[in-house]
């Protein structure tokens, strides 16, 4: 068995340890008899499963009280109509637009009311992230929406924008818990798993709790309103249930690791590592204003696109797996996600300067 180093931006890497547990539990989840895969989402024991779940993520994030936590289905994607459907009151939200996930989230709005565009960095190829400080925000806004990471282009609000006292709507699907955050300063956090915490096929929403409500847009379907997911605890009907407790697994390997705190800490020496030599190499370039950056999502260039074909053909035959950009950006990305360990960015740099000697 051969594992590469996975650099795909989702889904993506997860951390072996969870991987090999699974595999130990395939056949018989703790004396069940059955594997996760094939028990009812009604059973004692996959209850245990997702409540531990839900608990150990509202340890890692500290996630007050007054949040519920969700366990959806329909990908981000989806997640981008409920947003609406759930909070547009007044039938008008404000949307930040720092990249094609923002902005399809802000094409939906549009569908359910006036989505006004705040602020937009798409004069430069969504390569920074624009000033938030003092948005054209109206009183009859029902929430500011933002995508924190914005995965594509490779940038990452370092600071949160000035809502002017507004809702803060944050898809966080490419940084779901690569760093500690204050759940308080927002409404309404979610990502789908895919990216930085588990398998495809499921979204955790972190909701305030006077958000849920009867009160959503006429025809918003059932399944929809998040008053129908979170009176049923997420199980209305039948969950992601194999996605849910690989994902469980994960935030026990998270605390494991030392937690958020300890998990920013290391992804900044990751990113570090990569970002270094981007700043100083002579081939390679990253395409995101400095203070911009993520710590997830690397693109970069060599500013020749037959060099950068070169390039990901070689690093493939090298055991660097995904390092393609994003098909509408081009050039190279390497998502370096929690899973992801040191040596792999490590040995990907080492490469990179192989490479730089050789084509310089
Ligand atoms: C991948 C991604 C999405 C889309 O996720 P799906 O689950 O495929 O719908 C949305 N937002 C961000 C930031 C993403 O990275």
């Not at 996630?63 to 981008?80: C, E, M, R, T």
């Not at 969504?126 to 400080?133: E, M, Q, R």
Request: net charge negative.
């Amino acid at each position: 068995m051969k594992r590469v180093y996975n650099f795909s931006a989702g889904p993506a890497v997860l951390p072996e340890e969870v991987l090999k547990e699974a595999a130990d539990e395939m056949l018989d989840y703790k004396g069940s008899g059955m594997s996760v895969m094939e028990m009812s989402h009604r059973s004692k024991v996959y209850d245990n499963i997702i409540k531990e779940a839900e608990a150990d993520l509202r340890e890692l994030m500290n996630i007050p009280d007054n949040y519920k936590v969700l366990f959806l289905q329909g990908g981000a994607s989806q997640f981008f109509a409920e947003v609406p459907m759930n909070m547009m009151k007044n039938k008008k939200a404000g949307y930040i637009l720092t990249g094609q996930w923002a902005k399809k989230a802000f094409q939906e709005a549009k569908i359910y009311g006036e989505a006004v565009e705040l602020a937009s960095s798409a004069d430069k190829t969504f390569s920074y992230i624009p000033d938030c400080s003092d948005l054209p925000i109206t009183d009859d806004m029902d929430y500011v929406y933002i995508c924190e990471n914005n995965t594509i282009y490779g940038t990452k609000f370092h600071e949160l924008p000035d809502t002017k006292g507004k809702d803060l709507v944050a898809d966080v699907s490419s940084c779901f818990l690569s760093e500690p955050v204050d759940v308080s300063k927002y409404a309404v956090i979610y990502g789908g798993v895919q990216k930085n915490v588990g398998p495809a096929g499921c979204v955790i929403a972190i909701i305030r709790e006077d958000l849920i409500t009867d009160d959503v847009l006429p025809g918003t379907p059932t399944m929809l309103k998040w008053k129908t997911q979170a009176d049923a605890d997420s199980l209305y009907n039948t969950p992601p249930c194999y996605t849910i407790y690989i994902c469980g697994k994960v935030f026990k390997w998270l605390k494991k690791m030392g937690g958020l705190e300890a998990m920013k800490a290391l992804n900044e020496k990751k990113a570090k590592i990569l970002y270094d030599y981007l700043d100083e190499s002579k081939l390679f370039k990253g395409t995101v204003e400095k203070s911009s950056r993520s710590l997830m999502n690397v693109p970069f260039v060599t500013g020749n696109e037959e060099l950068d074909a070169k390039f990901v053909k070689e690093a493939k035959e090298a055991g660097f797996e995904n390092l393609k950009g994003h098909r509408t950006v081009g050039g190279m990305r390497a998502s370096i996600y929690n899973a992801m360990p040191i040596e792999g960015v490590e040995a990907l740099v080492k490469f990179m300067k192989e490479f730089e000697s050789k084509n310089l």
